[in-house]
């Protein structure tokens, strides 16, 4: 595997399941993050870890809990969704050293919600 | 607040040339990103800039006044490959990045 995978692809959930999305990023980052993605709007940062400490969590509701148990891994644990938090959900990660630095994304998880 | 504001959507002719612009107000900036998305895939760099000028990288060149707040993406001789979303994001004076909601180019043949 290259660059940043991410797992599912497709999810459909009901408002009342549990669900988790991953992404792995096999550059040697030391920066990871999650990004909403809806149609028409900006890419809104979720939340971003930089050597697996979490550095920005931008009013993002607690029914979004982030986890990075080690700089090439993240994860994103769901329950009690809304229909509105549909969209498409992208991980980034970036080798932070101070600087501005190209992010490199996955292919996303297009999520439901029921 | 922040603001970055590129057109919603543009149309080209195969072959033709396509300026795409972007306006920002930020907080501080340290630098200038194009990022190219096709429909249901990820976003993948094209271009920073961080001082004034034009960067060229092919047949896509970018340019940033940073006097303006402005910063326009041009890409010559276009193919039908080159449909896709072009988003603009400038990173403020904490290295933050501030996204536009993207410009969805169309190319007809």
């Known amino acids: 595997e290259t660059g940043v995978t991410q797992t599912p692809r497709h999810l459909v959930m009901g408002m009342t399941n549990k669900k988790s999305l991953k992404c792995e990023q096999h550059l040697g980052h030391n920066a990871m993050y999650w990004y909403k993605q809806s149609a028409k709007k900006p890419l809104e940062l979720m939340f971003v870890y930089n050597f697996k400490e979490q550095t920005e969590n931008n009013s993002v509701p607690s029914r979004f809990s982030p986890e990075c148990p080690n700089s090439s891994h993240l994860f994103l644990h769901l329950h009690t969704l809304q229909p509105e938090d549909s969209a498409l959900y992208l991980c980034?990660?970036?080798?932070?050293?101070?600087?501005?630095?190209?992010?490199?994304f996955g292919p996303g998880t297009r999520l439901t919600v029921t | 607040g922040q603001n970055i504001d590129q057109p919603t959507e543009m149309t080209a002719t195969e072959g033709a040339i396509v300026q795409i612009n972007c306006t920002y107000q930020t907080s501080g900036f340290n630098g200038l990103f194009w990022y190219q998305q096709h429909a249901g895939e990820a976003p993948t760099f094209l271009s920073y800039n961080v001082l004034d000028g034009l960067e060229e990288k092919g047949r896509f060149s970018s340019f940033l006044s940073r006097s303006k707040g402005y910063s326009y993406l041009l890409l010559k001789e276009l193919q039908m490959k080159d449909s896709a979303s072009y988003l603009c994001?400038?990173?403020?004076?904490?290295?933050?990045?501030?996204w536009g909601a993207g410009t969805k180019l169309i190319i007809k043949p």
């Open positions: 980034a990660s970036s080798q932070e050293d101070g600087g501005s630095y190209e992010q490199y």
């Open positions: 994001a400038v990173t403020d004076s904490n290295y933050q990045l501030i």
